[in-house]
Structures are given as C-alpha cells and as structure tokens.
C-alpha cells in the first residue's frame, strides 16, 4: 500500500542566482546562472534541514462601543528560508557575507582569500528552494519556492569544536521586487 499523496518527507536543495534570472520549470533542471548552495547541495546541510517561514503581524481594531474586535489589519509580513550549511568553502561561505569576493593566487603556494571588505551596500540574490518527488499533487512531481529577490540576514557564529561540523547558519529575507512581485511556489499537478 502506498503512502497518501499529501504527506511530504526529505530534503530540499537550494539554489541562488542573481536578481532576475529566470526560474527552472517545476520538472526541469536549474541550468543558466542557478549555482547549488553547498558542494554537494542537501549533503552539506545539517539534518534540521531548510526552513520555510512565513510570519505575519496583524492589529486588530477594537472600537470603543464593542467589547470584540471588529476588524484586522496586517501590518507586517515577512518569508525566511533557512538553512545550516556544513561546507565553508569560500564559494558557499561567501553567501553569508554578502558575497564577498574571493581572490586565488596561482603561488606557489596556491592560496584563495575571502576578502573581509565590508560595505554599507546590502546585496541581494533570488533564491530557489527544490525538492525532488515533493509535490504533494503527482507523485514523482517536484515542488520549489521560486523567490524573486532575497538578502541574508542570519547573524554568523562559527563554532569550531572537536566532533562537530562547522556550519554556517543561512537566512534568506523575501524582498518584493521592482515589479511588487515575490514570488511563488509551484508543484507539478495532476
């Protein structure tokens, strides 16, 4: 007997690419400028795997001659897709930092630098979160969070202890676009 439709289990792998490209069919893979978040993608997350959260702030109005509200407004909203990656390679490390830029030097000895140069500019990226054989509408179908402009907001602690991998923590803050657009998340269906 299979399993019902609906219930969904295992990773997603994630992807960024800069602002504007254009998002992959559900069913096909990511080619262009889409490049994998870790080496080896899921592999180089840890087991709590990618979060997708969205939380909203509502108000609601509670007019003097009633003792009940009587109407809701939101205020805020906001969409993070997170992620601890387990693979610091300056490629992937870069991610948390804003995109640094990383210099190699040919040596010998061959060296890569992570340049620590800071600015006040905050750049921003779109973000692809895919799970193969994920759509709770077709079995083998995929599903993916398709985000049209993203920053990385996590704050970066990097422990490094005896037994444990280094991760980085990832946060991905949804920014509408130009167009007011956010994004959207797609399946394969029936």
């Known amino acids: 007997m299979s399993n ?3 219930l969904i289990t295992g990773p997603l792998s994630i992807y960024w690419a800069p602002v504007g ?3 992959p069919d559900v069913d096909n893979a990511p080619a262009g400028n889409w490049v994998l978040i870790g080496t080896s993608g899921d592999q180089n997350y840890h087991e709590d795997g990618v979060s997708i959260t969205v939380t909203d702030e509502k108000t609601l109005f509670t007019p003097l001659g009633s003792a009940l509200p009587t109407a809701v407004f939101r205020t805020a909203q906001s ?5 601890t990656l387990v693979d610091l390679t300056f490629a992937n490390l870069r991610l948390a930092w804003n995109l640094l830029s990383v210099v190699a030097d040919a040596g010998p000895p061959v060296t890569s630098a992570l340049s620590l140069d800071f600015t006040l500019t905050v750049n921003d990226l779109a973000l692809l979160a895919r799970g193969a054989s994920k759509s709770p509408e077709l ?3 995929n599903l993916q969070l398709e985000c049209n402009r993203v920053v990385e907001m996590a704050a970066h602690a ?3 202890v005896k037994g444990d991998p280094v991760g980085v923590e990832l946060e991905f803050t949804v ?3 130009t167009s007011g657009n956010v994004g959207d998340l797609k399946t394969a269906s029936v």
Do not use: K, N
Not at 79 to 83: D, F
């Open 79 to 83: 969409i993070v897709v997170g992620v």
């Open 139 to 141: 079995t083998g179908g």
């Open 158 to 160: 990097l422990s490094f």
């Open 21 to 23: 490209e254009a998002f």
């Open 4 to 6: 019902p439709i609906e």
């Open 175 to 177: 920014l509408r676009d």
